[in-house]
């Protein structure tokens, strides 16, 4: 059976974050009751799960989705909110794993996922988009004509348009002396990524979608033409099932399970800074910066500042996290030090060894779209788009996830495995950091 994850007290509701401050549709989709059938179900409420339903009724599959707990419950409802192309690896490292023939089609897909994310909104922008457009990717460390190589590098590749920016212009904007080139992607925005993932639901439902929450898969078992899933008070027999928990998986499907491990990520809402937030940012655009153990904010217009980072196997709540993610935001800002927390929250994400999404086929009909952690909202809608097109047309553009395969994450050790190597990560941030800035 598997379980429902809970982090600081939460109970299948959303947890207090900016997110859930801030819906602007509150209200509460279905509860599965009753014995039903469909051609297709997706379990998993996230922004993949989401995606794919969405797809399929875009392509006139009327599909169902059940939910553990709320729709964009986990890392969806709670992530940094940035949209730009590409995968938690880095594309030079795709490029070395699978060829650049390959890593173009792989990035493609992201590119193609920005289209479909600004489409999906349509006239809901001033709800969902914040901020003006936008990212910045800054380099901690002083290294000339690296980050302007690497432009150059990713317009040819991904055939976008970034734009190279020195030191003396993001200093200009944002004033940490811990900051040297960077490279703004200017078609990059910010989302409410909660709001985002109930309003994509809610079109899907439109299109003849059904869509439950609350609806916990505990079992699945084949049936003569698919699968049936059984939930607390019901259950969906189909042709054709999508698994997308990632993280929250729990022991549902074994091989899925022990394929990513839960990774919890933070973020901190300041209460308003005022005029003291220009003595340290000017610019409104989103802002991350190249240290594995990186920092990623942007700011509001009441002058909050939404601050986040870290990764970690160990899970502070409330104070204590309020007062660690204040220490690294006054590390890059010591201008700010004094400025206080309104809410402070974290999640987990699932994390592939590989760090590229894991999707495709179990066995025929069995489908799965999971371990998007770290890499971003627009990879999870391209695995949304490659399921639904395999399943609706036979579309075998899925396969091109398979030199990133299910590969063994090392549970139960796994996540002691992971803290040390992410420890190991930050000394290496910090040798060269000592190395390059001096």
Excluded at 172 to 192: C, E, T
Excluded at 232 to 239: A, I, K
Excluded at 241 to 261: E, H, M, P, Q, R
Excluded at 382 to 404: C, M, Q
Aim: hydrophobic residues 35%; neutral net charge.
């Amino acid at each position: 059976m598997p379980i429902r994850y809970k982090y600081a007290g939460e109970k299948g509701e959303y947890i207090d974050s900016y997110y859930s401050r801030t819906l602007y549709n509150p209200g509460k989709f279905s509860t599965l009751t009753d014995d039903i059938n469909a051609k297709v179900c997706v379990i998993g409420g996230g922004m993949a799960g989401v995606a794919t339903l969405h797809s399929l009724v875009e392509k006139g599959e009327k599909a169902v989705l059940i939910e553990a707990n709320r729709i964009g419950w986990g890392a969806s409802g709670r992530n940094g909110g940035f949209v730009s192309p590409g995968y938690s690896q880095g594309a030079g490292d795709i490029v070395k794993r699978v060829g650049e023939c390959h890593a173009r089609e792989l990035l493609s897909l992201t590119t193609d996922a920005m289209g479909i994310i600004n489409r999906r909104i349509g006239n809901q922008g001033k709800k969902l988009k914040e901020n003006i457009p936008g990212l910045l990717d800054v380099s901690w460390f002083d290294e000339p004509g690296t980050v302007e190589k690497n432009v150059e590098f990713l317009n040819d590749l991904m055939s976008v348009d970034y734009e190279f920016w020195p030191k003396e212009k993001i200093r200009d904007y944002y004033h940490s002396n811990h900051y040297y080139d960077a490279f703004l992607k200017p078609n990059g925005f910010q989302l409410h990524s909660l709001n985002y993932t109930i309003h994509s639901a809610r079109e899907a439902e439109k299109g003849g979608a059904r869509v439950f929450e609350n609806s916990p898969a505990l079992n699945i078992s084949k049936t003569t033409n698919g699968w049936k899933i059984l939930t607390e008070n019901g259950s969906v027999t189909v042709d054709e099932l999508v698994i997308c928990c990632s993280a929250y998986i729990g022991s549902l499907n074994f091989k899925l399970s022990t394929a990513t491990l839960p990774v919890a990520t933070y973020v901190m809402l300041t209460e308003p800074i005022g005029d003291r937030l220009k003595d340290a940012i000017k610019g409104k655009w989103g802002v991350s910066d190249n240290r594995f153990s990186s920092n990623y904010y942007r700011t509001f217009d009441d002058t909050s500042l939404f601050w986040g980072g870290r990764v970690s196997m160990f899970r502070p709540a409330g104070k204590k996290l309020e007062q660690i993610m204040k220490n690294d935001l006054f590390r890059v800002y010591p201008q700010l030090r004094g400025v206080r927390a309104a809410v402070a929250w974290g999640g987990l994400m699932g994390y592939p060894v590989h760090k590229m999404p894991q999707i495709g086929q179990l066995e025929p009909g069995f489908w799965y779209a999971q371990g998007f952690g770290g890499s971003g909202m627009t990879s999870t809608i391209a695995g949304g788009e490659v399921i639904s097109n395999a399943i609706v047309y036979g579309d075998e553009r899925y396969k091109l996830f398979e030199p990133y395969g299910l590969d063994y994450a090392g549970k139960p050790f796994g996540p002691i495995v992971a803290q040390t190597a992410y420890w190991l990560f930050q000394l290496q941030d910090t040798y060269k950091e000592w190395r390059l800035n001096g």
